[in-house]
């Protein structure tokens, strides 16, 4: 298929990305009939500004482009194109992934061209949305009482960070670090699904987001 | 050694007259400061392009004219006789003026350029003779207009009192030679200011007309540079055809290549050693466990601490992977450095043909840097952290390409090369062969010696050029080398013909060569009757060595003039004219 980018067409529009918070799905306004390509890349990013080298990569791409989920095009972007009448049913697009950036498009494909209309940047209604993850850790240290008569308590040399695994959705490993020292270690999504992990150290351990789009609460 | 031969005698003034005769004062002030170089600032020339117009102009030994009045020509006289003065006798003065008939149209301009002349001599009030050069232009393009015969049957209507010696000189020679410019007969008339201004013994001449005839024998230089350039580019041809192509891909290729035997480009191996920090043991202990009895060990393998460790070694390695990855790519000083790195150690280990092979292999190279296996994972943790990252560096693309990039932008340079190389295979076709075979094969045998006696290193050295400029030094230390190997290329000219005769298949007495050379003299005139006997017969060159000697022993009625210069020696015969009979035409 040939893809080609032309400059904004009023009549030919997709504008008003957003998403609820906590929300799994996200919708914008088209106008009716109106055929999107939604684009998916690292947080912050905005793919509008690289919207050629998209369309070289969208020429180069041998896979179904009518596939209903996304598919990656270039390194860490990804593309899926929806109809009105598919984003109709759904109420949008089910949201793949968090800390990501979403952008749409309109787009006309007729037989084997393509034609993807460049976006209109308005502030109260962009076609963009930053989807972070909020996440729930706390950080605490491990203890143990001592003494038979007078008890008393006293850390074991252990920390255990502890995570919320409902607001863990669609995680990847190294999104979340923590710290000591200068010494960084990933948290993988192994660590969230047992819920806690244990640290032998005196030192308290800090939790950081590992990459933008993360955000500890 | 220059300069330690006769010396001028009187001060001397030489005009130069006509449009272009500039040109003569160069050659012929070139010719001067070899043999009197300390006079550099005492020898004073002048052009005048055009009697109507009387422009005077002052030209300097570099070239550089000044025009001057006539008050300022006074002033440069004066200086030649005062006490700082170095001529050896201020009780007269020696007058040099040359025509140059390029550009005149009529030989009634001959007459209003003596009438020049004669305005310029009223003005010196002291002792002087004066010297008139004709220098006739009879090239075809000047022949057709017929202006030098018409000056020649004019000449006796010239009138010639106030000038003591005429001398006629042309570019059409005795033997029928034209000569393509005037270099020779001002090397000529420069040579007549030498000997008719010498502090030595001196020629002396009666009045009136004469020409000259010339013979000249110096090292053949060009003859021998053409010779030793023809073998350097055979014996580079030679190596350039013996090189590896076809079998270039073998398994020395990888050290070539700076591949470890770990798989591992050295430049990246070092980067990773150097640059690459891993946990330290006490480090270790603070990756996270699944539950507070878990224990965490360096002497681990890889798979266990990643068990352990619920992913975080690995992830860990990972983390390191993106920001190596990240700082080779974008830092662009670094790569700048790896760049040159990269390409000192290709330009040192492969020739052109060989990198125009690695990237007409692009396929089979990326292999060779990319085709480490995957690291095992029940290596100890931390050898395996090592090679997990040094795989990693050599499966990714954008790392891998900072190498090609190297090879591919010398096969650019590589491609230039070649053809660099055609075009002086060709240019090497369309000169002349030299034709005496005993100077071909003499400078032939040394040059080759010279290669042969750089064991391998010529060879190498050439093996390694990849650009015009280091092809251009290559050549130009070759030829430096080649004069330094032989003192052969430095000596006089009689002592690098006496060695080369001797050598020759019919060996012959150099003194016996170098005396027909130079009596085998051509007039630098066509007359129309046979000449006289010369007047006078010298033999410039320097004096006090063996070949003088010589010379002087068999031709004892020739007069010799110490040039002080010992790569050549010239002969000058003085033939008197008489107008009726050798310039009626």
């Known amino acids: 298929m040939n893809f080609t980018y032309k400059p904004k067409n009023p009549s030919k529009y997709a504008v008003n990305l957003r998403a609820l918070k906590n929300s799994t799905t996200m919708d914008w306004d088209i106008p009716s009939g109106q055929t999107t390509l939604i684009i998916q890349c690292p947080f912050g990013e905005r793919p509008n500004e690289y919207m050629e080298k998209i369309c070289l990569a969208l020429n180069d791409y041998l896979g179904d482009i009518t596939s209903d989920c996304f598919f990656e095009i270039m390194p860490d972007v990804k593309a899926r194109f929806i109809t009105a009448a598919e984003k109709g049913r759904q109420h949008g697009c089910l949201i793949e992934a968090r800390s990501r950036t979403y952008m749409v498009f309109a787009a006309d494909i007729s037989g084997d061209d393509c034609v993807i209309y460049e976006s209109q940047m308005q502030a109260m209604t962009p076609p963009y949305v930053d989807i972070s993850t909020e996440v729930t850790v706390t950080v605490e240290q491990q203890t143990k009482s001592k003494g038979f008569i007078s008890k008393s308590i006293v850390p074991t040399g252990y920390y255990i960070i502890r995570f919320d695994k409902s607001t863990f959705i669609n995680y990847t490993d190294g999104d979340l670090v923590y710290k000591i020292g200068s010494l960084s270690i990933p948290i993988t999504s192994q660590m969230i699904s047992l819920g806690a992990i244990y640290i032998k150290t005196t030192v308290k351990p800090e939790v950081k987001p590992g990459k933008k789009g993360i955000r500890l609460l | ?585």
């Not at chain 2, 009634?108 to 002087?128: P, T």
């Not at chain 2, 330009?347 to 089979?364: A, G, P, Q, R, Y």
């Not at chain 2, 591919?408 to 000169?431: C, P």
């Not at chain 2, 007495?509 to 006997?533: A, C, E, F, H, S």
């Open chain 2, 1 to 585: 050694m220059l300069g330690h031969g006769n010396l001028p005698r009187y001060p001397m003034l030489m005009y130069y007259l006509g449009a272009g005769a500039d040109k003569d004062a160069g050659w012929a002030n070139e010719n001067l400061l070899l043999v009197w170089p300390q006079y550099e600032k005492e020898l004073h020339s002048f052009y005048v392009p055009d009697f109507e117009c009387g422009d005077i102009y002052h030209l300097s030994t570099d070239g550089e004219r000044k025009r001057v009045d006539l008050g300022e020509i006074q002033d440069i006289t004066s200086t030649m006789f005062d006490e700082k003065s170095h001529f050896k006798d201020l009780t007269g003065i020696q007058i040099y003026f040359l025509i140059d008939t390029s550009e005149v149209e009529t030989e009634d301009e001959i007459n209003k350029w003596i009438g020049f002349i004669n305005e310029m001599l009223s003005r010196i009030k002291r002792r002087k003779k004066v010297y008139l050069t004709l220098l006739l232009n009879e090239d075809f393009r000047h022949e057709d207009r017929g202006t030098a015969n018409r000056i020649l049957n004019s000449f006796e209507s010239y009138d010639l009192s106030s000038i003591n010696n005429t001398y006629i000189l042309s570019n059409r020679l005795g033997d029928g030679v034209i000569l393509r410019d005037m270099s020779n007969c001002c090397r000529l008339y420069s040579d007549i200011i030498m000997l008719t201004n010498d502090s030595g013994e001196g020629l002396s001449l009666p009045s009136g007309i004469y020409t000259a005839g010339y013979s000249y024998l110096g090292k053949p230089l060009e003859e021998i540079a053409k010779v030793v350039v023809e073998t350097v580019i055979d014996r580079c041809t030679e190596y350039k055809k013996s090189g590896s192509a076809g079998r270039l891909f073998n398994d020395a290729l990888p050290a070539r290549l700076g591949i470890m035997e770990n798989g591992v480009p050295k430049l990246l191996n070092d980067y990773i050693t150097n640059s690459v920090t891993l946990p330290t043991e006490t480090e270790l202990m603070l990756f996270p466990r699944s539950n507070d009895s878990d224990e965490i060990s360096s002497e681990m393998t890889a798979e266990a601490l990643d068990h352990v460790t619920m992913g975080a070694w690995s992830c860990y390695l990972k983390m390191i992977e993106k920001k190596v990855e990240k700082d080779l790519s974008t830092d662009s000083q670094f790569k700048r450095v790896w760049y040159d790195k990269y390409k000192k150690l290709i330009t040192e280990n492969f020739s052109t043909d060989e990198i125009l092979e690695l990237v007409e292999n692009k396929d089979k190279l990326h292999d060779l840097y990319s085709g480490l296996s995957r690291p095992s994972k029940s290596l100890k943790a931390f050898v395996y952290a090592k090679a997990q990252i040094g795989y990693s560096m050599c499966s990714n693309p954008t790392i891998i390409s900072l190498f090609m990039d190297v090879i591919s932008d010398m096969a650019e340079d590589a491609n230039k090369m070649n053809l660099l190389w055609d075009q002086l295979l060709n240019s090497r076709r369309v000169v002349f062969e030299v034709d005496d075979r005993n100077l071909y094969e003499f400078y032939r045998k040394k040059t080759l010696q010279y290669f042969d006696d750089q064991s391998g290193e010529k060879r190498h050295a050439f093996e390694v050029i990849h650009s015009e400029k280091s092809l251009s030094d290559y050549l130009q230390a070759t030829l430096d080398g080649i004069i330094s190997f032989d003192s052969i290329f430095t000596k006089p000219f009689y002592q690098e013909l006496e060695e080369r005769l001797e050598k020759s298949e019919n060996p012959v007495d150099n003194r016996i060569y170098i005396r027909n050379k130079l009596l085998n003299t051509v007039p630098y005139l066509r007359t129309t009757g046979g000449l006289n006997d010369p007047l006078a017969s010298t033999i410039l060159l320097k004096t006090s060595t063996a070949i003088h000697s010589s010379l002087k022993m068999n031709l004892p009625e020739y007069y010799y003039y110490d040039t002080g210069d010992d790569d050549k020696a010239e002969s000058v015969l003085l033939y008197q004219l008489d107008i009726i009979q050798h310039l009626s035409r």
